[in-house]
């Protein structure tokens, strides 16, 4: 298989993309204000999901072999996990009592 530099040059950008993501994520993992990480995961949502619409209209459409489908399943499987954490972990977390200790 042989890539032209077009091919090359997207690829780079969509791994640099990618890199982008995981540092945020890593350098934020310990982030305790709720509102803050709600707008991370918000991002990363976005993100993801217009990685997938991207990806399942290449696959369908044909500008892509059978692996493009592998591409837009990984995408649509992540933005599945950070909807999750935007809007199922929002609800149970809002549900959390804490206990106070009395004097």
């Known amino acids: ?3 032209d ?6 690829a780079q950008l ?3 993309s990618y890199i ?3 540092v945020i994520n890593w350098t934020t ?3 305790t204000d709720p509102a803050m990480r709600r707008d991370i995961d918000a991002g990363n949502l976005i993100a993801w999901a217009a ?3 991207i990806w399942i209209y290449a696959a369908s459409t044909g500008m892509t072999n059978a692996m493009g489908w592998v591409g837009a ?6 933005s599945l996990g ?13 549900r959390v009592v804490t206990a106070t200790r009395r004097a």
């Open 1 to 3: 298989m042989t890539l």
């Open 5 to 10: 530099s077009q091919t090359v040059l997207v």
């Open 14 to 16: 969509l791994a640099a």
């Open 20 to 22: 982008g993501y995981a």
């Open 29 to 31: 993992r310990a982030c």
């Open 51 to 53: 990685s997938a619409a």
């Open 73 to 78: 399943a990984f995408t649509l499987l992540f």
């Open 82 to 94: 950070w909807a999750y954490f935007v809007f199922a972990d929002r609800a149970i977390a809002s």
